[in-house]
């Protein structure tokens, strides 16, 4: 079983639009769950990472953790076409190793 | 700012064929990754350096080889290209171990014929 699983796999919002991708994970030795974006031909790029229960807002992002559910997510108000890319939620434990979901595929419809 | 430099862009080799792919970075980091990204899809872990001197398998070891040859510079080696392994492959960097941001670079795109 993958140890960190997202949904949906796509998502399709309009342009000004709330977008709210999810994450889950299997494995409670994760401390530390990053939101990274990729657009397509370059390297993913971190969004924002959040270790502590509750909300942490930045800009029009934002993350949300529940711990005792390993569950995460990830809300982009006004989104924009410039957002348009594959997200993926990543967790690691202090030794740096960083475990990928699948992703998410984002498009905003102008 | 820094920046992560992987050479090639695009590397096109032979079923079977050693193959080596490089990765700089600028930003004085400690620690370096290589992954492994299957068309759109996770980011999978090969190798990592948690220092110069350092060298850790991940997840997806088998068939490659990694080398530090100094703080800025990692290199991936695929023993044996495969058909199956025709992949992106990613290089990151981050200030330590640990719950730090990752920085990855552009990418080299391995075409196996």
């Known amino acids: 079983q993958q140890k960190v699983q997202q949904s949906p796999e796509s998502l399709s919002v309009p342009e000004g639009g709330m977008a709210s991708l999810n994450c889950t994970s299997s494995?409670?030795?994760?401390?530390y769950f990053w939101w990274y974006r990729q657009h397509s031909g370059e390297g993913p790029k971190a969004l924002m990472?959040?270790?502590?229960?509750g909300d942490k807002k930045e800009g029009r992002f934002t993350a949300h953790l529940n711990k005792a559910s390993l569950h995460v997510s990830l809300h982009i108000r006004d989104s924009q076409p410039s957002d348009s890319a594959l997200y993926f939620c990543?967790?690691?434990?202090?030794?740096?190793?960083?475990?990928f979901g699948d992703g998410t595929v984002l498009t905003v419809k102008p | 700012g820094g920046i992560i430099t992987q050479t090639p862009k695009f590397l096109i080799g032979q079923e079977g064929q050693k193959l080596t792919l490089k990765c700089q970075q600028n930003?004085?980091?400690?620690?370096m990754y290589w992954y492994r990204q299957d068309s759109g899809k996770g980011l999978r872990l090969i190798y990592y350096?948690?220092?110069?001197?350092?060298?850790q398998k991940g997840d997806l070891s088998e068939g490659y080889d990694a080398s530090r040859e100094k703080k800025s510079s990692f290199s991936l080696t695929v023993t044996s290209a495969q058909k199956n392994e025709m992949a992106v492959f990613l290089c990151?960097?981050?200030?330590?171990?640990?719950?730090?941001?990752?920085?990855f670079g552009p990418g080299t795109r391995l075409t196996v014929l």
């Open positions: 990151a960097s981050s200030i330590k171990a640990g719950g730090y941001e990752q920085y």
């Open positions: 494995d409670r030795n994760f401390q």
């Open positions: 990472s959040i270790f502590s229960d």
């Open positions: 990543a967790a690691n434990t202090n030794t740096g190793k960083l475990t």
């Open positions: 930003f004085n980091h400690d620690t």
């Open positions: 350096s948690i220092t110069e001197n350092d060298l």
